[in-house]
């Protein structure tokens, strides 16, 4: 336990060390909110105000940024310098090194959610008329499905470079297809079709389901079932695949 | 007591498919044992299989055939208890570069049962005026001490390292020879790889020379070079027509040897009663003899002996 909190320690330290880092996950969901919410702060989609809708979605690209982006490029670049490598010369345990990453993440998206939510309160409105149980259950199979694609991700392109640009061109396009900024249903036809098969699609309308009606399993079964499925092939592949130096 | 013990060690790289003479053969049946309290060497060119062994015994490999045993633990089924007690430099030093030197040696303090203290260490290595700065801004020399002392920062009984003092300038190299001296005036039993031969020499109570995976001497310094039967090496280079046969044929001259185009050693035990009848060869063919050089003979003259190329080419 004792080890797990110093390296939990060390990773956070590493991210808020990490300018770019920083910026992309903790501060550009924030601007984002804030300059969509902003010129659009009279529109509304279906009876929610678009504030409201588009609350979810951002937490929805935090998420993502944590526990893909950041833990996929990370860990890439740390076997890449041969760091993972002298790691395992100690009795430090691969789960302990792990646990801390994805327990890093989770404290970051944590921050995110109140962060966001409060200014989206606060300063836009928005009035949350949810279910505070779905909305953690949604955020932990989430934010463990995303952490299991960038563990795959990291598994599979060994040079931290690439791994970075492959890992930013799945999360960009993600963004905008999957309905976290805009409404699925004013996208083309053919995008819609692609986002179907993208798991960002289901992490977010759970999300917005539990932020802004509330509901029953009957409204979660299908999202949630898909985010355990990528979590499960994801994790199955890193299982196959994983390497340390 | 044996600390390491290594039985007919097999590794090769490369499609095992593709049939024997495919692929690299990077250990080929390498037995040896090292005793408590010794600093053992492996000695030998770039791509000898020195890294290769000692990564499989420090667990980071599977052999494909052959055991290995490490403070009594198998390093593939026990990995997490032997390295409890073992310290680790590994060829390539990799620190996280954004931590402080503080930081660094506290959090790998904080993964062994009883850690040394990170202080007294820092202060060994006279780098305790950086703990405050990051690792990225260290030079290279100074990284590479402070991955040494990561090493010891579970005051482990055993210490492998790789290559330790590659590419460092004389002074450093000689500062972490004390270090690894005083490592091993503790008790602490060192298993070390290296293609300096100096290193060899000063640091390692027995060596291992290494080449293409094999062991070709296993023995004290002092004996190896003991056992060429010539105590000094004569050196140099001509353009003219001369092979090493004829040079081998001066009464005095054990073993005269060819080592790179038109550069000669020769293994004598009295250099100068050989140094006037090569004189006198030269002038009789007209040859003109450069560099030429009379020296002690080392480990250097052994592997050269046993293989007939140098350590490093």
């Keep these: 336990m004792k080890v797990l909190y110093r390296q939990l320690e060390v990773e956070l330290k590493l991210f808020l060390r990490n300018k770019q880092e920083v910026f992309f996950t903790a501060l550009f969901p924030l601007l984002m909110m804030s300059l969509f919410g902003y010129l659009n702060k009279e529109s509304s989609v279906g009876d929610v105000s678009y504030v409201a809708f588009l609350l979810p979605g951002v937490i929805g690209m935090s998420v993502m940024a944590a526990a893909f982006l950041n833990l996929s490029t990370s860990l890439v670049r740390q076997r890449d310098d041969g760091i993972l490598k002298r790691l395992r010369g100690t009795p430090l345990r691969a789960w302990a090194l792990l646990g801390a990453k994805v327990l890093a993440a989770g404290t970051v998206i944590l921050f995110q959610v109140l962060l966001l939510t409060t200014v989206g309160i606060l300063f836009f409105g928005v009035e949350i008329a949810g279910s505070v149980p779905w909305f953690l259950a949604t955020l932990l199979i989430g934010t463990f499905a995303f952490t299991a694609m960038g563990l795959a991700l990291a598994s599979l392109i060994n040079n931290a470079d690439t791994a970075s640009a492959a890992a930013h061109a799945i999360y960009l396009p993600m963004l905008f297809i999957c309905g976290a900024f805009f409404p699925l249903d004013v996208m083309p036809r053919l995008l819609q079709h692609v986002a179907k098969g993208l798991p960002l699609t289901y992490f977010v309308d759970a999300l917005r389901c539990a932020m802004l009606v509330g509901g029953g399993l009957g409204d979660y079964a299908k999202d949630l079932s898909i985010l355990l499925g990528w979590l499960v092939c994801c994790f199955a592949i890193t299982v196959k695949t994983v390497r340390w130096e | ?313």
Excluded at chain 2, 196 to 202: F, K, L, Q, V
């Design chain 2, 1 to 313: 007591m044996s600390v390491i013990t290594v039985d007919d060690l097999h590794k090769h790289y490369g499609d095992p498919s593709a049939g024997s003479g495919r692929g690299v053969k990077a250990v080929d049946g390498v037995s040896f044992e090292v005793q408590e309290g010794e600093t053992f060497g492996f000695l030998g060119p770039n791509g000898a299989g020195k890294t290769t062994t000692i990564e499989i015994i420090e667990g980071y490999r599977k052999p494909d055939s052959g055991s290995v045993t490490a403070l009594g633990l198998d390093p593939r089924r026990d990995g997490y208890e032997l390295k409890e007690h073992v310290g680790i430099m590994l060829q390539e030093t990799a620190l996280y570069p954004d931590l402080r030197v503080g930081e660094l040696l506290r959090l790998f303090a904080s993964y062994y049962r009883r850690p040394a203290d990170p202080d007294a260490l820092l202060e060994m290595i006279g780098l305790e005026e950086k703990k405050r700065a990051f690792v990225r801004e260290l030079s290279g020399g100074q990284r590479q001490r402070l991955a040494f002392i990561l090493t010891l920062i579970n005051d482990p009984e055993l210490l492998f390292l790789d290559e330790p003092t590659a590419g460092l300038d004389p002074q450093s190299r000689r500062a972490a020879w004390e270090w690894i001296r005083r490592a091993r005036e503790e008790g602490k039993t060192v298993f070390l790889t290296t293609h300096y031969i100096e290193e060899a020499e000063t640091l390692c109570d027995r060596v291992v020379i290494i080449d293409h995976g094999r062991i070709i001497a296993l023995d004290t310094p002092k004996r190896l070079v003991a056992g060429l039967e010539a105590e000094h090496r004569i050196e140099f280079v001509t353009e003219g027509a001369l092979d090493s046969a004829r040079l081998g044929g001066i009464p005095g001259v054990g073993k005269a040897i060819e080592a790179g185009k038109g550069a000669f050693v020769l293994y004598v035990k009295e250099p100068q009663p050989v140094l006037g009848a090569l004189i006198a060869l030269a002038e009789r063919e007209g040859l003109t003899l450069r560099d030429l050089r009379v020296e002690g003979a080392t480990l250097e003259d052994v592997f050269i002996r046993l293989t007939g190329r140098r350590i490093r080419e």
